[in-house]
T-cell receptor, first 114, second 111 residues
Framework: DTGVSQNPRHKITKRGQNVTFRCDPI?????LYWYRQTLGQGPEFLTY????????KSRLLSDRFSAERPKGSFSTLEIQRTEQGDSAMYLC????????????FGPGTRLTVL | QKEVEQNSGPLSVPEGAIASLNCTYS??????FFWYRQYSGKSPELIMF????GDKEDGRFTAQLNKASQYVSLLIRDSQPSDSATYLC???????????FGSGTRLQVQP
């Protein structure tokens, strides 16, 4: 069990560019979550997948944001036309179907929009 | 009112003392409660979870839940300098999978 992995770990981009992040959950975890965290705040929920189905989306997930999990394994989060306000740590977590449904976080992708 | 509230701190305790971290939540439909530790620049790391009223102990950590008062706490016994971090309280509301986090309490353990 290698834990949740995320790539890239850091991304610097210019305003208006598109960026894509990848998350590989713990193997056999069927639930995958995306959160965003800014300095001094706790993580804020963005979206949740069970297998390949996107079951829940936050109103924070504007139309510039899209997430996919096409085969129920890894997931991607794309941000189009980035804005400076998108600068944050993007965290991915996964959990299994067990009763605890405990979410384990990956190392995160730190996005800086110049 | 924030859904999950924590005192931002910093909470400063001497090495070996008990650190007490508190969290209140507003949604009475909340059913699962989690404590995460986050070192600066790192991602949250699960410490423990609690579902039922009362105390739950795991090593030096004890989580306490009082649903009537909508209050959850984390006690850290024999605090060590390595415990210095931000502690995040997270709540799962019945029917939703998303966790709602507080802003965290920064703990400083003085050697």
């Amino acid at each position: 069990d290698t834990g949740v992995s995320q790539n890239p770990r850091h991304k610097i981009t210019k305003r208006g560019q598109n960026v894509t992040f990848r998350c590989d959950p713990i193997s056999e975890h069927n639930r995958l979550y995306w959160y965003r965290q800014t300095l001094g705040q706790g993580p804020e929920f963005l979206t949740y997948f069970q297998n390949e189905a996107q079951l829940e989306k936050s109103r924070l997930l504007s139309d510039r944001f899209s997430a996919e999990r096409p085969k129920g394994s890894f997931s991607t989060l794309e941000i189009q036309r980035t804005e400076q306000g998108d600068s944050a740590m993007y965290l991915c977590a996964s959990s299994d179907r067990g009763s605890t449904d405990t979410q384990y976080f990956g190392p995160g992708t730190r996005l800086t929009v110049l | 009112q924030k859904e999950v509230e924590q005192n931002s701190g910093p909470l400063s305790v001497p090495e070996g003392a008990i650190a007490s971290l508190n969290c209140t939540y507003s949604d009475r439909g909340s059913q699962s409660f989690f404590w995460y530790r986050q070192y600066s620049g790192k991602s949250p790391e699960l410490i423990m979870f609690i579902y039922s009223n009362g105390d739950k102990e795991d090593g030096r950590f004890t989580a306490q839940l009082n649903k009537a008062s909508q209050y959850v706490s984390l006690l850290i016994r024999d605090s060590q300098p390595s415990d210095s971090a931000t502690y995040l309280c997270a709540v799962e509301v019945r029917g939703r999978r998303a966790l709602t986090f507080g802003s965290g309490t920064r703990l400083q353990v003085q050697p």
